[in-house]
């Protein structure tokens, strides 16, 4: 079924990773950084009139940012204009120690 003329089209995804490094995923992307030089900055800016939408569920096995590390993570988050909700999210957090790690589950 198509979006009627004006309306933003939907795009569904439901993505599955062994390991998903999102740093350097966002270092690569300059329009998720909002123009930024580095991965540090992210734009939270919404469009009020986007071309698509998106409905998407991700996971994976191993999810790293830069010293953070999670494990079993899960998402499900979907996108509207003007809006991004985030319905669900699952993960362990993994924090280094000198001891080597202790995990910490967190919902």
């Given amino acids: 079924m198509k979006p009627a003329v ?4 939907p795009s569904v995804m439901d ?12 270092a690569q992307k300059p329009e998720i950084r909002g123009g930024a030089p580095s991965g540090d900055s992210v734009s939270l800016h919404i ?19 830069g010293t953070v590390e999670m494990a079993d993570f899960a998402i499900h988050a ?5 809006r991004i909700s ?18 910490r589950r967190m919902r």
Wanted: proline residues 7%; aromatic residues 6%; positive net charge.
């Fill in 15 to 26: 993505l599955t990773f062994p390991t998903l490094d999102l740093k350097s995923l966002i």
């Fill in 86 to 103: 985030g319905r669900r999210a699952v993960f362990h957090r993994r924090r280094r120690t000198d001891r080597g790690h202790r995990d």
């Fill in 6 to 9: 004006g309306s933003p089209t």
């Fill in 78 to 82: 979907s996108s509207a204009p003007s």
């Fill in 47 to 65: 469009d009020e009139k986007p071309g698509e939408t998106v409905d998407a569920r991700i996971a994976a096995k191993r999810l790293y940012y």
